[in-house]
Structures are given as structure tokens and as C-alpha cells.
Nanobody, 124 residues
Framework: QVQLVESGGGLVQAGGSLRLSCAAS????????MGWFRQAPGTEREFVAA????????YYADSVKGRFTISRDNAKNTGYLQMNSLQREDTAVYYC?????????????????WGQGTQVTVSS
């Protein structure tokens, strides 16, 4: 299984932007679908976005559609989540995950490698 490390989280004002990165090691990144999930205190982990191994297919949760963009650079073994127009409701720990291609699952059960998470806090 691939090892994943997220970075780029932090504190941002509402309306601001952040770019999360997910660095993969120990495997061939292009062999995997990648997803981003988030979890706020007291809630279940929820789907944010997912991207196919080639980058040709993407999916987004309705709550982030039009504001967030998922992408990947297989040559750099890195995935990204660009988050714009951030809202207080986006405050959570964000996790990247990988799963076997070609499926692009929208549920956590479809992924078998997870990063440790990075905190995103949006203040008003």
C-alpha cells in the first residue's frame, strides 16, 4: 500500500483559499484512484472529491462543487485539493486516500490507504 502525507492546512478567513497537497510514497501513484474526505468533530467522515488515476474523471460533493478543485501530478506522486471561497462549514480535518483503479468510489470504504489528515479552520 502507498503511504500518504497531507500538507497545506491552516487557519484562513472566510472567503479565502487554501491548497492541500497529498504526497504519496512506497507505490506507483498512477496505479491508484485518489480521494479527499473531511471530518468535523462529532461527525462522520464525508466525501469531498475524487479523481481517477489519469485525472480524466473527477467527482465533487455538492457542498464544494464550484469552489474546490481536485487534481494530481502523477510524475510528482502528488495530489492536490484547491479550496476557494472557503466557508466556516468547511472547517474539518481533511484526509487524502487512495484506492485501486479504475473505480472512483465516493465512500470511504472504497479506499485502503489514508493519510494522517491536515486541519483546516475557517474563521468568520
Amino acid at each position: 500500500q502507498v503511504q500518504l502525507v497531507e500538507s497545506g492546512g491552516g487557519l484562513v478567513q472566510a472567503g479565502g483559499s487554501l491548497r492541500l497537497s497529498c504526497a504519496a510514497s512506497g507505490g506507483t501513484f498512477s496505479m491508484y484512484t485518489m480521494g479527499w474526505f473531511r471530518q468535523a468533530p462529532g461527525t462522520e467522515r464525508e466525501f469531498v472529491a475524487a479523481i481517477s488515476w489519469s485525472g480524466g474523471t473527477t467527482y465533487y460533493a455538492d457542498s464544494v462543487k464550484g469552489r474546490f478543485t481536485i487534481s494530481r501530478d502523477n510524475a510528482k506522486n502528488t495530489g492536490y485539493l484547491q479550496m476557494n471561497s472557503l466557508q466556516r462549514e468547511d472547517t474539518a480535518v481533511y484526509y487524502c486516500a487512495t484506492g485501486p483503479r479504475p473505480r472512483v468510489p465516493l465512500a470511504p470504504l472504497g479506499y485502503n490507504s489514508w493519510g494522517q489528515g491536515t486541519q483546516v479552520t475557517v474563521s468568520s
